[in-house]
């Protein structure tokens, strides 16, 4: 069973920063890119970052202005999200996705920023 599991979200000022993570199981994490989305209330879901299977390949929404950074840890099966000098725009649910298994979702962490 496709399990993944988003944490480290919270209430943070703007300027500020956090780290998500997200841990995987059910299938082989290594083999596969993964990719954290967002979505703000009323909005679509949006792509933030992605990352190859082993870590070599990365990719930002233009958006970012290079303010995250995503990374993993294969040996723990776990993705991360490092977000520095955080907007009020950069609240949402925060969600990992593997590129493999694209039917399953987690229950997102929620970021929100805020003075």
């Not at 944490?7 to 994490?29: D, I, N, R, Y």
């Not at 390949?57 to 520095?84: C, G, H, P, V, W």
């Not at 725009?89 to 970021?111: F, K, L, M, S």
């Amino acid at each position: 069973q496709v399990m993944l599991v988003e944490s480290g979200g919270g209430l943070v000022q703007p300027g500020g920063s956090l780290t998500l993570s997200c841990t995987a199981s059910g299938f082989t994490f290594s083999g596969s890119p993964m990719k954290w989305y967002r979505q703000a209330p009323g909005k679509e879901r949006e792509l933030v970052a992605t990352i190859s299977g082993n870590g070599g390949a990365i990719s930002y929404a233009n958006f970012l202005e290079a303010r995250f950074t995503i990374s993993r840890d294969n040996a723990k099966s776990t993705l991360y999200l490092q977000m520095n000098s955080l907007k009020p725009e950069d609240t949402a649910v925060y969600y990992c996705h593997a590129a493999i298994r694209p039917n399953y979702w987690g229950r997102g962490t929620q970021v929100t920023v805020s003075s």
